[in-house]
């Protein structure tokens, strides 16, 4: 069984890339600058921004249902393009990362979890889709608990 990993959709925060400093604080969001070509994941195009390239920061809720609601912080490169699916491959944002993979069921609940080490990612996300009560994935770096990416099952439109 494949899988499919989706960077997020860029018209939520589009709004956000005219905006001034102060106008984004009111909004609980800054701009940042990527100081080096690492540890700035932007969660549309699931690649590193560039030294120097701008970014939002700001909250975002990956998952809203019930008790396993779920909402932190995130990069968006400014005026950055959503990412074509990784069907059956990892993105670039997940290299070099331990995850914390969540499956959840289709009622929201969280059915399995597993830490993935970088070299883990493609059996663990595997052996969670192998469970028929795993609904899609939500990847979460490990050490600063942001939210990376959803995985769902792969079905091709064939």
Request: charged share 25%; net charge negative.
């Amino acid at each position: 069984m494949s899988y499919c990993i989706r960077g997020l959709s860029p018209e939520p925060f589009a709004p956000l890339f005219g905006l001034d400093d102060e106008a984004l604080a009111a909004r609980g969001a800054r701009r940042v600058r990527a100081e080096h070509g690492s540890g700035y994941p932007c969660r549309v195009s699931l690649e590193e921004a560039s030294t120097g390239e701008a970014l939002i920061l700001l909250n975002y809720t990956s998952h809203e249902t019930g008790p396993y609601r779920t909402a932190h912080a995130i990069f968006v490169r400014e005026g950055a393009a959503q990412a074509e699916p990784f069907v059956g491959r990892m993105p670039p944002v997940f290299a070099g990362r331990t995850l914390s993979l969540r499956g959840f069921g289709a009622d929201g609940e969280i059915v399995a979890a597993s830490l993935a080490a970088p070299e883990e990612h493609e059996d663990a996300i595997r052996a969670l889709l192998d469970n028929p009560r795993v609904d899609h994935i939500d990847a979460h770096n490990a050490a600063r608990g942001c939210f990376s990416a959803r995985i769902e099952r792969y079905r091709s439109e064939a």
